[in-house]
T-cell receptor, first 115, second 115 residues
Framework: SQELEQSPQSLIVQEGKNLTINCTSS?????LYWYKQKYGEGLIFLMM?????EEKSHEKITAKLDEKKQQSSLHITASQPSHAGIYLC???????????????FGQGTILTVHP | DTGVSQNPRHKITKRGQNVTFRCDPI?????LYWYRQTLGQGPEFLTY????????KSRLLSDRFSAERPKGSFSTLEIQRTEQGDSAMYLC?????????????FGDGTRLSIL
């Protein structure tokens, strides 16, 4: 089965700083999802990447999928306290373009933003 | 669109008791997923439904676990004879369709504590 490794495991930054979270897969990624989770709550969908080299942005968050489709990064520009939380990458276990639907997640990256 | 709803939010029970959780997906979402999340880890897939059909169950889902989605709308997850190791956050997600273009939307989860 697919395994996802996230780095760093935790990150503490000062408000206004940029930061990057990485997600590396043991297999080729057919669909990569980024979610944010506040402690004790559910996951909030951020972005989905499917194609090698794809890049998507929403407000101050940019996600990229490398050409080989084995690594993704999430970049936050000018971080704010509202960005604090747990960021999770999830991979769609698919084969041949057919999605199995279920997601395999990384262990998460805990982001703290000090004002 | 009211989002995915899970009840109860918290459940505290004694070891050996049975518990049942409910998930109401986003209306018209034909796929429904159950995940389990323990502290410091990403969610782990348990099972999923397409309409009322249960298509896959993880090896994590022992015989004490059963899930249903009788009319293809809401779903229930029952755990019989609960054990200490069942303590976790149980997350439900739903999606529209069965291809990797559709992100899963999560509820806020049910936190189970076994005394």
């Amino acid at each position: 089965s697919q395994e996802l490794e996230q780095s760093p495991q935790s990150l503490i930054v000062q408000e206004g700083k940029n930061l990057t979270i990485n997600c590396t897969s043991s297999k080729t990624l057919y669909g990569l999802y980024w979610y944010k989770q506040k402690y004790g709550e559910g996951l909030i969908f951020l972005m989905m990447l499917q194609k090698g080299g794809e890049e998507k942005s929403h407000e101050k968050i940019t996600a990229k999928l490398d050409e080989k489709k084995q690594q993704s990064s999430l970049h936050i520009t000018a971080s704010q306290p509202s960005h604090a939380g747990i960021y999770l990458c999830g991979a769609d276990e698919s084969a041949g373009g057919t999605s199995y639907g279920k997601l395999t997640f990384g262990q998460g990256t805990i982001l703290t933003v000090h004002p | 669109d009211t989002g995915v709803s899970q009840n109860p939010r918290h459940k505290i029970t004694k070891r050996g008791q049975n518990v049942t959780f409910r998930c109401d997906p986003i209306s018209e979402h034909n796929r429904l997923y159950w995940y389990r999340q323990t502290l410091g880890q990403g969610p782990e897939f348990l099972t999923y439904f397409q309409n009322e059909a249960q298509l896959e169950k993880s090896r994590l889902l022992s015989d004490r676990f059963s899930a249903e989605r009788p009319k293809g709308s809401f779903s229930t997850l029952e755990i019989q004879r609960t054990e200490q190791g069942d303590s976790a956050m149980y997350l439900c997600a739903s999606s529209l369709g069965h291809n990797s273009n559709q992100p899963q939307h999560f509820g806020d989860g049910t936190r189970l504590s076994i005394l």
